[in-house]
């Protein structure tokens, strides 16, 4: 069955720098597009970061442009969110996710957290 396991999370003061990583298994990972969201207390989950299968093309929300980058390696079936610049309005649980066949997978998440 599909498993996606989210880490790399933590806390970080406003500037820093955190990379999270997904371990995805249990589907063919370099066929499928992968997603980060977040989700921030007493709001709702909100699309991050996307990335095709191969890599190609990348697209990120307007709040985290230029300071989030999403890769991939296909080889070793991980995603990765390259968090810079953060701020405390970054602070949210964050989950990798994909869609496949009408339904979308969710990990279980990783806390960020960003306060001096």
């Known amino acids: 069955q599909v498993q996606l396991v989210e880490s790399g999370g933590g806390l970080v003061q406003p500037g820093g720098s955190l990379r999270l990583s997904c371990a995805a298994s249990g589907f063919t990972f370099s066929s499928q597009p992968m997603s980060w969201y977040r989700q921030a207390p007493g709001k709702e989950r909100e699309l991050v970061a996307a990335i095709t299968s191969t890599g190609g093309v990348t697209s990120y929300a307007d709040s985290v442009k230029g300071r989030f980058t999403i890769s991939r390696e296909n080889a070793k079936n991980v995603v990765y969110l390259q968090m810079n610049g953060l701020k405390p309005e970054d602070t949210a649980v964050y989950y990798c996710?994909?869609?496949?066949?009408?339904?979308?997978?969710w990990g279980q998440g990783t806390q960020v957290t960003v306060s001096s």
């Open positions: 996710t994909l869609s496949r066949a009408g339904q979308r997978y």
